[in-house]
């Protein structure tokens, strides 16, 4: 099990996105742990009704370091130019809407920016890509993804992901009945599962890493590399010193 780090003088500020259920904001609260455990300083991003949120969103995306989008999520499929499948319960578009504007006020700052689950697959829709609503129906040949089953991934060489994994093969847990479809403008797929799901990828900038499965889940290695990457760079937005790697 991976050790948790000494703390830092200093922890980065990591603003996390939140669903609208019920009039009430909601994430689950794996995200806010494993950002505190790792070394970052978790904050919750409200979702917003109306559009005209922005100047307040403006505001907080300037005071953070870096952005998670957490999964929790089916996207309305509108938003990629296709009608709902029955499988799907889509979330609230404010949620979506209010998610399109702080990716982008983030990526104006050159902040880090980290998808995980369904926030990967929003990245995705961000950039341009499409979504296969369900796995089962539309991919009736790949491996069960849902219910925490096990499988693995291969990281791919020559990709961000990969030259700070210390190991090119991992096995995880899936919790997703929906995957990449067409890969957005500007992403590259950096990790892969056995039947050719896409399970990583990461814009090339370096600055959006995007990952299929829940390593806020699991204290492994694999989730404490992903984690610490995000966080140091991160801190290093804080700064004011711009460096990938």
């Not at 069960?144 to 210390?166: A, I, K, P, R, Y």
Request: glycine share 10%; proline share 6%; aromatic share 8%.
């Amino acid at each position: 099990m991976a050790q948790k780090p000494a703390s830092a003088e200093a922890r980065p500020i990591i603003g996390i996105t939140t669903d609208l259920e019920d009039k009430s904001n909601l994430i689950e609260s794996a995200y806010s742990k494993a950002v505190e455990f790792y070394g970052g300083a978790p904050v919750l991003i409200p979702t917003v009704a109306e559009t005209s949120g922005s100047d307040f969103l403006f505001s907080i995306v300037s005071a953070i370091d870096g952005l998670l989008i957490p999964g929790s999520r089916d996207m309305d499929p509108k938003f990629y130019g296709e009608s709902p499948h029955p499988a799907i319960k889509p979330m609230s578009p404010e949620r979506t809407e209010t998610e399109f504007s702080v990716l982008r006020l983030a990526l104006e700052r050159d902040m880090p920016v980290l998808g995980i689950c369904g926030g990967m697959q929003f990245i995705n829709v961000f950039y341009g890509g499409s979504i296969h609503q369900d796995i089962k129906a539309l991919l009736p040949d790949a491996l069960c993804h849902e219910g925490g089953e096990v499988h693995g991934v291969t990281v791919l060489e020559d990709t961000l992901f990969g030259s700070f994994t210390e190991e090119r093969k991992f096995e995880i847990k899936s919790y997703h009945h929906q995957a990449i479809n067409s890969v957005g403008e500007g992403l590259r797929v950096s990790a892969l599962a056995p039947d050719g799901i896409v399970e990583g990828f990461e814009s090339t900038d370096g600055r959006v890493m995007g990952i299929q499965w829940h390593p806020e889940l699991e204290r492994t290695r694999l989730s404490e590399l992903i984690f610490t990457r995000f966080l140091t760079e991160a801190a290093q937005t804080a700064d004011g010193s711009p460096s990938i790697g």
